[in-house]
């Protein structure tokens, strides 16, 4: 009997806190109009169940038949495609997949399953202030939120809820997920998010191959802005700035000014804050990134 062929698998990925909850809800509404499950509303209630994170819990359990919490590091990494797989021809949600992992080997076994993956969303934030979403969210520092982001090779540990992944850095899963550029990937920043969510929908949706007509895609798209809380609000630098003082902005820039520029993050408004040249923090930035160059996998 041959093996069951799967459905391939859209990647929504971030680094957190860069606004997949946004995406994952838009994606919900837009199957719930196409008639996914008519007898239950779309809710954020029902998002993991609808759009999965691949780290659930459950899946080791269902497919691997022991929680994370019993496995190494190698035994995490080598059950993540199959997780994958089971994701692409077993799971009854729908064809979207949360993951925060960096795109790479992970215990020489890539992170990503590329034979079940038909696409990707990544999903970009100012890392200025990411930092201090992250400070607001875990209850720390600024500092502390700073050296997490620069973590080369960073993984979240296993939770009641959650299995280990591999994130990286910043700007290792930044550009993990933006270089090459690929056809099937699409780049979407938090603030245009935010400031037209709208506009950032329908992008989305064109890239996926959705089908909405621009009345569904409205609907979508509003019923997402409402769930989400994204009603009325605006991108603004007043986070990092208020949070931040200037050698902490410049602590920033020094470790990701490289990813930092070709997402247009790094403004005269940022330099002139953490009083800094643009070429130095440039050269830093690329400097660290050439000595990770040589250890690019998340763990060997």
């Not at 199957?31 to 459950?58: C, F, Q």
């Not at 994701?87 to 992170?111: C, I, N, Q, W």
């Not at 910043?170 to 056809?183: D, G, I, R």
């Not at 408004?269 to 160059?293: H, I, K």
Request: no cysteine; charged share 25%.
């Amino acid at each position: 009997m041959s093996e069951a062929k799967g459905r391939p698998l859209f990647w929504i990925a971030s680094y957190p806190h860069s606004g997949d909850l946004a995406v994952r809800s838009f994606l919900q509404q837009a199957a719930k109009i196409k008639g996914y499950r008519p007898n239950e509303p779309a809710s954020l209630e029902y998002i993991n169940r609808d759009v999965p994170w691949d780290t659930d819990v459950w899946f080791y359990r269902e497919v691997i038949g022991k929680a994370p919490s019993e496995m190494s590091e190698p035994e995490i990494a080598a059950a993540r495609p199959k997780i994958h797989d089971y994701l692409s021809k077993k799971y009854p949600g729908l064809p979207f997949v949360k993951t925060h992992a960096v795109r790479a080997e992970f215990h020489d076994v890539l992170s990503i399953n590329t034979k079940v993956s038909g696409g990707s969303v990544y999903l970009i934030r100012n890392p200025l202030n990411l930092v201090m979403a992250f400070a607001y969210a875990g209850k720390k520092q600024p500092l502390d939120a700073i050296k997490l982001l620069a973590t080369t090779e960073y993984r979240q540990p296993t939770t009641a809820q959650n299995a280990l992944e591999p994130w990286g850095s910043w700007s290792e899963n930044v550009q993990s997920w933006t270089e090459p550029t690929l056809a099937h990937d699409l780049v979407v920043r938090f603030e245009d998010l935010l400031n037209d969510p709208h506009a950032q929908f329908k992008r989305l949706a064109d890239h996926m191959r959705l089908g909405l007509d621009p009345k569904e895609l409205k609907t979508a798209a509003d019923e997402a802005v409402k769930a989400v809380g994204f009603a009325g609000q605006k991108a603004s630098n007043e986070p990092w700035k208020k949070g931040l003082s200037p050698a902490y902005a410049r602590a920033v820039l020094e470790v990701h000014a490289q990813q930092m520029v070709r997402f247009g993050y790094l403004t005269n408004e940022v330099l002139n804050f953490a009083e800094v040249e643009r070429d130095t923090v440039l050269r830093s930035s690329a400097a660290l990134r050439q000595m990770e160059a040589a250890n690019m996998n998340v763990a060997h």
